[in-house]
Structure formats: C-alpha cells, structure tokens
Nanobody, 128 residues
Framework: QVHVEESGGGLVQAGDSLRLSCTAS????????TAWFYQNPGKEREFVAA????????FVGDSVRGRFTVSRDNAKGTVYLQMNSLKPEDTGVYYC?????????????????????WGQGAQVTVSS
C-alpha cells in the first residue's frame, strides 16, 4: 500500500509564493509518476502539474504555466509544487497523486483517473 501526504498549504496574499510538498511512502516510492490537482468547492478536480518518476519530464497545466513549477528530490522521496504570483482564483484544495511507472517510461499523465494513490489534500487560500 502507498501512502501519499501533502504539506505546506496555508493562507497567503495575492502575489505571494508558496511551496507544497508531497511524500509517497511504500514499495518503490521513487518509481512513481506524481501529479498535482486542485479543486474548488462545487467544481471538478483540475490538473495542475505532473512529473515523471525520474524528474526528466514535466507537464504544467495552461492555467498555471509560467507561475507554477513541479520538481522532485528522489533522495528525499519528495515532490514539490512551487507556486509563484498566486492569485485568488488559485484558492482550493491541492491534491498530490501518484501511480507506479512500471515500465520506467518517463510518462506523465494529466488525467486524474490515471493515478492510483491520492493524498488527503492541502488547503491553499489566496486573499486579494
């Protein structure tokens, strides 16, 4: 079983930066494709960014491209979401998701259904 956990959420002002962290424990945790999604109340969960198991490939969603970056430190077993120039519309619960890259293909996925393991979410609130 894989346990995924987010940390680093909080309340910030528009224009501020925040970094979320995601750890995945369990079998071969370093071999997981990992992604971030966010959700506002009453809306669908939306893709933010994803990173391959080795960090060689990343993909960032259109709405945050140029402001958010995703990275990982496999020595620490941690994936990061660096969020800069935050806007009030970035407010929501940010979820970390992971799935095993069994072929070590370096693939990244942007669809939520591709991910098997999810964290409980971290609240990010951006005030205007």
């Amino acid at each position: 079983q894989v346990h995924v956990e987010e940390s680093g959420g909080g309340l910030v002002q528009a224009g501020d930066s925040l970094r979320l962290s995601c750890t995945a424990s369990g079998r071969a945790a370093r071999n997981y494709v990992t992604a971030w999604f966010y959700q506002n109340p009453g809306k669908e969960r939306e893709f933010v960014a994803a990173i391959s198991y080795d960090g060689g490939h990343t993909f960032v969603g259109d709405s945050v491209r140029g402001r958010f970056t995703v990275s990982r430190d496999n020595a620490k077993g941690t994936v990061y979401l660096q969020m800069n120039s935050l806007k009030p519309e970035d407010t929501g619960v940010y979820y970390c998701a992971a799935t095993f890259d069994k072929y070590y293909s370096g693939t990244v996925y942007y669809l939520a259904e591709e991910y098997d393991y999810w964290g409980q979410g971290a609240q990010v609130t951006v005030s205007s």
